[in-house]
């Protein structure tokens, strides 16, 4: 078994995911979770192998139980624990109103960002108190979930918010594991999600409205979240932290 921590990455095939995992690279061996692009994924699984990672990729949608399951099936099969979750996996829909959004859409939305999540943090929790030696979860978060996205993705601002509340309360629930939870918001940030949303242009377009007048990088992001994965953090849960150049 590896002796050095392990750090299981949902959505880790692209954007923040993707950096978080290089920047973890040299200190964590790493489980890398992917829906559909397993070319990126196995991108990435060169990337920090490269620099001494031993890393296992694994297919999964997180809003199906079952491929939670088979998340953490890899993990317990390659590692025996989990020592850090990045809880990054999420989806957005096309700009619009609540008008003209339909139940599918949101469910969908609320499936992947909100019980998808809480369902992978419950399986690192289960694992973390198995353990006894705490660990950290990062929950990725959004500004959105402050700003309200009104006229463009409220159902996603709407499921991030949710993210802040469930952060706060299981962090106090298993504070006492020296387990710590934390979220991150990133803002305008320079990855596919805008793509994703129907707006590929979004991040060049809004960074100039940004206080720091410019669109923030996945890389910046990643930073923040491994900061507060580390010990040198020790003393952080509860937390949302805003990586949003002042937005």
Not at 129 to 134: I, L, N, P, R, S
Request: charged content about 20%; glycine content about 10%.
């Amino acid at each position: 078994m590896s002796q050095r921590p392990i750090c299981l990455i949902t959505g880790a095939s692209a954007g923040i995911g993707a950096a978080c995992a290089r920047l973890a690279a040299p200190d964590y061996d790493l489980v890398l979770n992917y829906r559909a692009n397993r070319a990126d994924a196995e991108a990435v699984q060169r990337d920090v192998e490269a620099v001494g990672a031993t890393c296992v990729i694994v297919k999964g949608d997180v809003s199906n139980p079952e491929d939670i399951q088979t998340i953490f099936q890899a993990a317990d099969d390659a590692f025996g624990r989990v020592d850090v979750l990045i809880n990054n996996a999420g989806i957005v829909g096309t700009s619009a109103k609540l008008t003209e959004m339909d139940h599918a859409r949101i469910a969908q939305i609320m499936n992947v960002n909100v019980i998808g999540a809480m369902l992978v943090a419950k399986e690192a929790v289960i694992r973390m108190q198995a353990k006894g030696d705490g660990g950290a979860i990062i929950n990725v978060s959004s500004a959105a979930a402050r700003l309200g996205s009104g006229n463009q993705y409220l159902d996603y601002a709407a499921s991030k918010g949710a993210i802040d509340t469930f952060t706060k309360g299981l962090s106090d629930e298993v504070a006492g594991d020296n387990i710590r939870v934390m979220s991150v918001r990133p803002g305008i940030i320079l990855t596919d999600i805008h793509g994703k949303g129907g707006e590929p242009d979004r991040a060049t377009r809004m960074g100039p409205n940004v206080p720091m007048k410019r669109a923030g990088t996945a890389e910046e992001v990643a930073e923040a979240i491994l900061w507060l994965a580390s010990s040198k953090a020790s003393y952080v849960t509860g937390s949302a932290l805003d990586v949003t150049g002042g937005r």
